[in-house]
């Protein structure tokens, strides 16, 4: 990415995202690991913002539908498709504990046969399901390769000099929809995750028409002040953002601004940190953590229940209600153990799956339309 430290964002986000689907607890979630479903939002906001970069102008200059649907499809698919072959065994392996041996409730009950192919046609976030399935955080791979779509579409019909303002007025829309659409939440997954994406999405193209040509020259205690500030007041809205729909709007806003502070300027020691190797790594694993993770956590958890005996307690958890959760003392070591596991085989699947599928999709585009610089997105 021309902007490592948005990258570096990135990743720390995904691991938030993984925490939310951890079962240990000390005695309860942390304020911010119980609001972190909201840094998805931060992928749809950050994901505009890459695409307006990467592929605006040459949207403008004639790259087709074609080249560009197979170049998002292959960085998108590959990885979804294997993480979902790889839950396939564990479902029937839960099915087979249930039916035969008295384990467990009925997997099958969300993970059908129908959510299977829905799942595999990538429609499992666009209301062809009652309910998350199988790889349930790939409900937002869904809606965002739709946005993709949508967004071709509108590059190709919007003037190039008023395309700053109509991204704002389509996040704004959006936003508005899912506003009204939803309950006491913004955060809607299996119903509103399109609006919910398409808002973030246009949101984060906006930002990218905002940042160009400006460059903040700030000296390095004014650039750590205003860094420390923007992540001050992300950070105190998401804490807060619970089942509280303006501050879910104000978050998205916070997350908008980051990424412009981190863009114009760069001279801070957030940045500094940003661009460290470890993060800058754990950065490049970003998708693969957040596509891999659900499965490390729930065989964790069936080890827990079923193989080490240890026993459950109920807690309430914001958004989800009641749930069934282990509460031990060593609940951060083995988040930490598992992060790890996660980090680990998503380095294998990034090295093995995504890096790879994405080249060769990126060769069969190019010989597809070979006059076309297609980057490195």
Known sequence: MQYPSLESLRGLAALMVALIHSSFVVAAYPPLVEQ???????FFILSGFVMALAYAEKIDQGLSFRTFTLLRFGRL??????MLLMWLPYILLKGYAHFEMGLGGDPFDKN???NFFANLFLINGMG???TLSWNYPAWSISVEFFTY????AFIGITPKDRKPLLYLLVSLFSYGLLYVQTGTSLLSADQFGFPRCVGGFFLGAFVFTQTQGQRLTLKPIASHSLESLVVLVTLVLVWQSHDAKVIQLATFA????MIYVFTVQADGLFSALLTTAPLLFIGTLSYSIYMTHALVFIVIDNLAEYVLRMPTSEIYRAGMGWLQVFKTPYASLINLVALAVVIGL?????????KPWRTRFRHWAQAREPSSNLGQS
């Not at 779509?149 to 071709?152: E, Y």
């Not at 998503?346 to 995504?354: A, D, L, N």
């Open 36 to 42: 972190a479903s909201i840094f998805v939002d931060f």
């Open 254 to 257: 916070s997350f908008a601004l």
């Open 346 to 354: 998503s380095y294998g699947t990034y090295t093995f799956i995504e």
């Open 149 to 152: 779509l949508v967004f071709f």
């Open 77 to 82: 698919y590959p990885l979804h498709l294997f």
């Open 128 to 130: 062809a399901t009652q």
């Open 112 to 114: 059908s046969l129908s």
